[in-house]
């Protein structure tokens, strides 16, 4: 993943306009695996000339809540229901999207296409009646917390709670993060954050907010777990679990679901 942002960082250097490298943080991938669920529905939904893939993942129980969730920078929906899985085991629906160019989504990835189709999806499963008469949750996965907080920012009236997984602060951040000292200016000034988690979650008022990350993870920084939680309002947790990226839900599937629980009966 660090050989990843460092690639970003020699674009900037090689002078590529911002509009040309923004996608250049997306690792988008159609290889699927199967999906070991019990019960879950594909969906094809169309948006303009894009056809975005959904996985709709149901509960035995009447749904706890609804998670909406947005995936990180590699893969596709099939590698995260690690994640999803137990959500859906302890009686959560959860409707997962891939990004454009993700899995069986068709078009090219970048930062604001993204976030007008998170918004998109965000419409669609709240006009849906499984859906809309249930709390609903917003998870985001590494990347995926980028769109995940900025979604929330927009939308605060209708969601119930903000799960943010292994975030890093922003696009800028992370990629300053591996950068030589001398180059990090240069950077700052030229690759820009059209939105980032560290500012959006200053104006999410009354959402509850759980902020997730291991002080071993070797993908993105604990400082930066540690920033967006002292940007963000209260209620709000921070939970440092011992392990590596995105690996609380695996090992730590009990507390994590019981600190979901808690979110909405904040």
Known sequence: MKKFYFLILLLCLSGITEAQFDNKFYKPSKELKPLDLNDYEELMIQ???????????????SPKGTVLFFHGAGGNISTYTFITKPLSENGYQVFM?????????????????IADDAQFIFDYVTKREKFKNTKLIIFGASLGCQIAAKITRDNQKSISALVLDGAFTSFTDIACEIAPAEQREY??????????????????????KL????????????YMADTIYQN?????????????????????TKEYIEKIDGLLNN
């Open 232 to 252: 963000a309002m209260e209620p709000k947790i921070f939970w440092l679990f011992k392990g590596g990226h995105l690996e609380a839900m695996p090992l730590y």
């Open 211 to 222: 902020i997730v990350h291991s002080r071993e993870d070797e993908v993105i920084p604990v």
């Open 47 to 61: 948006r303009d000339s894009i056809q975005l893939s959904c996985l709709f993942i149901k509960t035995k129980e």
């Open 97 to 113: 999207v891939d990004f454009r160019g993700y899995g069986k989504s068709n078009g090219s990835p970048g930062h604001i296409n």
């Open 187 to 208: 950077i700052t000034q030229f690759l820009k954050s059209p939105y980032s988690v560290k500012e959006d979650i200053k104006y999410i008022e009354s959402v509850p």
